[in-house]
């Protein structure tokens, strides 16, 4: 069956949630009704982070959830999860490709419609394109491309766009009529003090605009 992106695309934090674990975000997102959570961890030590992704793995394959790894193929590997998001300065989609299994997602992040077009031709599912808006999320981002940026992507890529960056609940509706085919959300999940609730009305509202 050919991948398909959900409206909603969950980033996991531990930093921002308060939670313990990527494990207890995961089932609070899936409680929520996520189809697709990407745990993002640049801080754990890697023995502890995958012992937790184990945990992860299993969970999500019990439910029929996708789950990608950011950044690391080697834990992809170790934890057997879905896939993997690799950025600007990470393994190269060829080489991810290379060494994970053919049914293994690799998504690719860009900055720029040069980026965009560049990725056309690399051996990926989909790719994430901003920031959108302006973030805090991360420590040292990209400049801001806007909702025009996020159209003029759109229509120049060949794989499925994740909108991300500053994406809050009430910005959903503008991001999805842009043309992205999924909209990344970290804050406005992560700070929530029920985030299977707010990932509810997340999707309610996504659905609302599909």
């Known amino acids: 069956m050919a ?12 930093r921002l949630s308060g939670r313990q ?3 207890a975000i995961v089932r609070e997102l899936v409680r929520g009704g996520a189809v697709l959570v990407q745990v993002r961890d640049k801080e754990t030590p890697a023995a502890e982070l995958l012992t937790d992704l184990c945990r992860c793995a299993e969970y999500c394959g019990k439910h029929g959830v996708l789950l990608l ?3 690391r193929c080697d834990l992809v590997l170790s934890c057997g999860a879905g896939g993997v998001h690799l950025g600007q300065d990470d393994l190269p989609p060829a ?30 599912d989909y790719i994430g394109f901003g920031p959108v808006y302006a973030t805090k999320t991360k420590g040292k981002t990209s400049p801001v491309v806007g909702i025009t940026g996020l159209q003029r ?4 890529s060949r794989r499925p766009v994740v909108a991300i960056g500053g994406i809050g609940q009430e ?40």
């Open 21 to 23: 674990s990527h494990l």
């Open 95 to 124: 080489a991810a490709r290379a060494v994970l299994p053919r049914n293994r997602v690799i998504g690719f992040s860009t900055h720029t419609l040069a980026q965009v077009r560049r990725s056309n031709s690399l051996p990926i």
């Open 153 to 156: 992507a759109c229509e120049e």
């Open 171 to 210: 910005r959903i509706a503008e991001v999805l009529r842009a043309g992205a085919s999924s909209v990344a959300v970290i804050s406005a999940l992560m700070k929530a003090e029920n985030i299977a609730r707010r990932m509810q009305e997340l999707l309610d509202d996504a659905r609302v605009r599909l």
């Open 69 to 71: 790894v950011n950044d």
């Open 3 to 14: 991948f398909q992106l959900p409206p909603i695309y969950p980033i996991t934090d531990k």
